[in-house]
């Protein structure tokens, strides 16, 4: 007897499958890896940076990544005209900043 599946089931699987692999930042085949993580999940050192360099602002979205063995963590501060990104290595040392700032 043939297994016969639903075609909206199917459907729906394919949609699925193809929203995972869509939403994918991993790049195995350049050896790079990037994921969104939260304040919780980064080590204490990289944490007491994010606080230190926020200075009562907001923190955004926190991505982690690795590439060639090295991770760090890109961090985005405060919002709008006043966001500003900082790269932050797994030790807690600021290793690049990114102001948005616009001077008009």
Do not use: F
């Not at 459907?11 to 994918?24: R, T």
């Not at 930042?25 to 080590?43: F, H």
């Amino acid at each position: 007897m043939p297994i016969r599946i639903h075609p909206v089931a199917l459907a729906s699987l394919v949609l699925a499958a193809g929203l995972a692999l869509a939403g994918c930042k991993e790049k195995p085949s350049e050896g790079r890896y990037q994921q969104a993580i939260g304040l919780s999940q980064v080590p204490a050192p990289v944490k007491s940076t994010i606080e230190q360099q926020a200075h009562g602002r907001s923190v955004g979205e926190i991505e982690w990544q690795s590439a060639g063995g090295t991770i760090r963590y890109a961090v985005a501060l405060g919002s709008g005209n006043q966001k500003q990104e900082r790269l932050i290595d797994e030790d807690g040392k600021v290793i690049a900043t990114n102001a948005d700032d616009d001077d008009d």
